[in-house]
T-cell receptor, first 116, second 114 residues
Framework: AQKITQTQPGMFVQEKEAVTLDCTYD???????LFWYKQPSSGEMIFLIYQGSYDQQNATEGRYSLNFQKARKSANLVISASQLGDSAMYFCAMREAYNQGGKLIFGQGTELSVKP | DTAVSQTPKYLVTQMGNDKSIKCEQNLGHDTMYWYKQDSKKFLKIMFS???????INETVPNRFSPKSPDKAHLNLHINSLELGDSAVYFC?????????????FGPGTRLTVL
């Protein structure tokens, strides 16, 4: 079974608008962390934001925020005021506490295109 | 300045050859990783090392042998390269193994096996 599911292979958004990238996860571990990474066309992986399973507040980092709904097992990334430079592949990933090796489990990714 | 660096950035080689990819981090982290990104952009962990000790070997063929000479370096040697090994290989590092320890990735090495 997929542990991390990103159901939107591709998304379009108009510049300056907000966009939500979906991520659902599956785990029986009560302690886990959720991460979002950005991969521009140049190929590097850039860390964006982290949410812990016990965090009471939704994480925010600048224009990025995480809409964490624990009961629904979803951790959607919200990008506000989209910019052309936001065009990239976005990956949701999870770490489970029981896994001692630090393994990140990635979703399939969502390709975001920002239109001028 | 570069936090996690990898060499080479591109590697083109023939089937059956042996090749190595080097990774270095200057962040003072204790934990390092190798991930493979396939042609469909799917990322999967291969290995993780903590304080130079192998922690994860994610059912990777024996042809892949990681080596960590010290905490700042994690190299990947691949023997008898096959067509299916063509992928982008990412090295990453984190402070440690806590859930909150973010993994920072290197720029990737694109391996093409002909």
């Amino acid at each position: 079974a997929q542990k991390i599911t990103q159901t939107q292979p591709g998304m379009f958004v108009q510049e300056k608008e907000a966009v939500t990238l979906d991520c659902t996860y599956d785990t029986s571990d009560p302690s886990y962390g959720l991460f979002w990474y950005k991969q521009p066309s140049s190929g590097e992986m850039i860390f964006l934001i982290y949410q812990g399973s016990y965090d009471q507040q939704n994480a925010t980092e600048g224009r990025y925020s995480l809409n964490f709904q624990k009961a629904r097992k979803s951790a959607n990334l919200v990008i506000s005021a989209s910019q052309l430079g936001d065009s990239a592949m976005y990956f949701c990933a999870m770490r489970e506490a029981y896994n001692q090796g630090g393994k990140l489990i990635f979703g399939q990714g969502t390709e975001l295109s920002v239109k001028p | 300045d570069t936090a996690v660096s990898q060499t080479p950035k591109y590697l083109v080689t023939q089937m059956g050859n042996d090749k190595s990819i080097k990774c270095e981090q200057n962040l003072g982290h204790d934990t390092m990783y190798w991930y493979k990104q396939d042609s469909k952009k799917f990322l999967k962990i291969m290995f993780s090392y903590n304080n130079k000790e192998l922690i994860i070997n994610e059912t990777v063929p024996n042809r892949f042998s990681p080596k960590s000479p010290d905490k700042a370096h994690l190299n990947l040697h691949i023997n008898s390269l096959e067509l299916g090994d063509s992928a982008v290989y990412f090295c990453a590092s984190s402070l440690g193994l806590l859930l909150t320890d973010t993994q920072y990735f290197g720029p990737g090495t694109r391996l093409t096996v002909l």
